[in-house]
């Protein structure tokens, strides 16, 4: 018999709905309705195809204890209860009942807290995860072992785009539902690949365009393919987007175009944001008249600013801003312009940034960040940010690190640095659906159910809600039943028998988001295919800071920071004679896999395209790239391994582009600890690197 199943795709924080056909415990087959409200009867290929890693032979299914790690800690664990000894990516695991593997874990974590600090202990992940699970893990690691350290892989994405809206806005988090794109009169997509990295968004721009009300203006590194649609197609140079936001802002108020009506009601700050903003010497956009190879932006950028600040507009963007040494400022300077032009708190105005994973909003809504408890409240004492953890590891100071879904040993920047660290540790755990490269660290391993096996809340990048149900009936445990199972190994008495409990909890504990979140609303919204926004109490909140900032004094609050010179514009603005080898590499995605692509490697019809990470170069330099099939980057931090190269002219000179799917091209060991200044987001949008010709 065929039934049929709501749920919510796996992957992007789209945060697409599904409909499932499933025969046997099988999947035949995943689909979008038409009346769906986020997907609209439309999903990417990944959400089609990406479910077959449910019968991979990658699929962790059990619980795991390394033997070198027993051997190792001896004294501690005289006699293991084990099923059998197997060997896992090479290595030899003892495969315990789950219950066993929880009496490890405590046992090994009341010796090391005892021994050190509590803060030895780090618990990483949770935005892979459901919601309750996430919640669960920081209160473990801040409750019940009493560190402060958790934190979960915003930390490589949107934690800019969290910090630059809350000092502004106040809210770190979309304004308005994607669907209400299609209500907006023009778009600006800054450092955003969009139809490649969130394709259901991408659609729904392209899709309102042709309807011919909306206008699409792009601006990134490189032509995507979004470009084709836009009015205006802005390549910048590498590190340039804090430079062209200001230019932006200076236009606007240099031609008096700013809102002063809703500046004067709902702003703070203006007028020393105005006067910083008019004596910058790089905020005027004439200054691009000097960079060669842009001085196209000059002028481009003054219509682009007359057009936003006219229009009803909206800006999206994506890692392309945040993960840059200015990426919280890029972000903040991406709201100024919105305070500037009253573009916010209304129907088709406002800021969306495009977050990444398909519960990194939950996850930080959850409290799984060093400085944020729950509903964003300020916990007791800060823990450390993740590149804060590994340092901390190789200093001696974090001794344990719980791992819930992140791939640490393949996602992160200075892997060579990521990997001592990793080695290091006196114990890794790592709950985790595939092996992948983390789980190749790990001394214990949980195998736990995939968001296609149980039930729970996953918050997308709209800040809708989405309760997910199992398609299938699996053995193993949620990620939050494997945190409770350790937990009462050290004596909690912890009793929640299902996702509901905990997520009553939750609607208490985060009650400013939350209260009016219940099961039974979000099992009526999954019917109809669809979900709630936050903050949610008697009604949602499909559009925030309609009245108010929430901001303490209710207003928005200008912030400036001005462009700081350096990288390609200085080089070119300086006519500084770099030798030919060297070049500016920016990482991204394809639409067929997600990151460590270890779920979505398992479909042959995601795989079979994108076997590789090609190294794209421009035709610009094809000279300098003719007799070079296979080339390896290098940096001070390492080396990539060989990349097949392909010319192509969509980059401008002097710059390179790579995906960093697959780990056997370490991608991600050229980058080193150069990050976002206020948030440690690493600079995965620009590195210069040193080709080296292979063959
Ligand atoms: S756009 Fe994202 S959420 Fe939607 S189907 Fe594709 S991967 Fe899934």
Known sequence: MIKK????????????????????????RICAEKNFEVSRGELCIKGKEGYKFLNSPNKIRGAFIRASFLKKNSKLFKRVQFEKIVTLQGK???QVDYSEAFKIVAQKIKEITSSESPNSFAGIGGARTNCESSYLFQKFTREIVKSPNVDNCARVCHSPSLRGLKATIGEGASTNPFSDIENSEFVIIIGSNTTEAHPIVGNKIIKAKKKGKLEIASIDIRETQIFKSSKYKLIIPFEANLLILNMLAFTILNENLENQEFIKNRTENFEEYKKSILNDPFANPTFFNKIKGYEYLAEEIPKLAREYATKKSMILWGLGVTEHQDGSQAVMAIANLALLTGNIGKSGAGLIPLRGQNNVQGACDMGMLPYFKPDYQTPEKTGLMTPEIFDEVLNGNVKMIWNIGEDLAHIHPNLNKVHKALEKLDCLIVNEVMLNEVTKFADIIFGVRSAYEKEGVYINAERRLHLSQPLVDSDLPDDWQVIQGVANALNSHWHYQENEDIWSEVQKVAKNRFAGADYDKL?????????????IFENETPILHQETFRTEKGLGKFVYQSYKLRGQVQEILENQNTSSEYFYLSTGRTIRHYNNAAQTKASSK????????????????KDFFKSMRLVKLKTKFGETAPLQIKITNKLKKGTLFATFHHSKSKINFIFGDVADELTKTAQFKSMKVKVIKIE
């Open 5 to 28: 199943v709501n749920s919510v795709c796996t992957y992007c924080g789209v945060g697409c709905e599904i409909s499932v056909e499933i025969a046997n415990q099988n999947i035949n």
């Open 92 to 94: 030899s695991f003892l």
């Open 523 to 535: 099992r009526t919204k999954r019917r109809e295919g669809s979900g709630l926004q936050w903050p």
């Open 606 to 621: 995601l795989a079979k395209h994108h076997q590789e990470d090609i190294l794209l170069v421009s035709a610009e330099d």
